[in-house]
T-cell receptor, first 113, second 113 residues
Framework: EAQVTQNPRYLITVTGKKLTVTCSQN?????MSWYRQDPGLGLRQIYY???????DKGDVPEGYKVSRKEKRNFPLILESPSPNQTSLYFC????????????FGSGTRLTVV | KQEVTQIPAALSVPEGENLVLNCSFT??????LQWFRQDPGKGLTSLLL???SQREQTSGRLNASLDKSSGRSTLYIAASQPGDSATYLC????????????WGLGTSLAVNP
């Protein structure tokens, strides 16, 4: 089944403890992206990747890192999480940037205390 | 600056009704527009993607139209069912070099048995 898989689905952590949210797609998509979703603010892009080893900042990149060493994986790294990073996170992929629609993962609900 | 608005924010209808969800955008220079469905606490499911050269797309009971000149898209749901209850989001992709996705905040739909 073609899908985007995120792990974990739920995570509660403490301020400052490094964490990684994994994202993997099995559709050979070139484009991958991370979003966070907050009430009243909607979906905001954190980082995106046009292809392997090509990443760029979205609208709200502060406090996050990404890497794209392989086409299928696009992990989101929070080096020192803070409570304002409590949010619902989504990974999405697309065959290529622009023309094609997005496939989303099921989301990761992160709580930083 | 492209802005995407979805009105109403919430809608409650009895089962069986035909309904229309609205998405307005301020800049007609778009590349495509995509409608998504989001179930509570879950990821986004792509419903329909309309390229800028198209007027409408259909999938089952769903029909999405696009009128670039007036900056509007509508999602028509025929014979609504309780299973259609979800939040519906539209996202507009800008034309030109910066094909960024701009998201609306969504319409929360409740279809009552």
């Amino acid at each position: 089944e073609a899908q985007v898989t995120q792990n974990p689905r739920y995570l509660i952590t403490v301020t400052g403890k490094k964490l990684t949210v994994t994202c993997s797609q099995n559709m050979n998509h070139e484009y991958m992206s991370w979003y966070r979703q907050d009430p009243g603010l909607g979906l905001r892009q954190i980082y995106y990747s046009m292809n392997v080893e090509v990443t760029d900042k979205g609208d709200v990149p502060e406090g996050y890192k990404v890497s794209r060493k392989e086409k299928r994986n696009f992990p989101l790294i929070l080096e020192s999480p803070s409570p304002n990073q409590t949010s619902l996170y989504f990974c999405a992929s697309s065959l290529s940037f622009g023309r094609y629609g997005y496939t989303f993962g099921s989301g990761t609900r992160l709580t930083v205390v | 600056k492209q802005e995407v608005t979805q009105i109403p924010a919430a809608l409650s209808v009895p089962e069986g009704e035909n309904l229309v969800l609205n998405c307005s955008f301020t800049d007609s220079a778009i590349y495509n527009l995509q409608w998504f469905r989001q179930d509570p606490g879950k990821g986004l499911t792509s419903l329909l993607l309309i390229q800028s050269s198209q007027r409408e797309q259909t999938s089952g009971r769903l029909n999405a139209s696009l009128d670039k000149s007036s900056g509007r898209s509508t999602l028509y749901i025929a014979a609504s069912q309780p299973g259609d209850s979800a939040t519906y989001l539209c996202a507009v992709r800008r034309a030109g070099n910066n094909r960024k996705l701009i998201w609306g905040l969504g319409t929360s739909l409740a279809v009552n048995p």
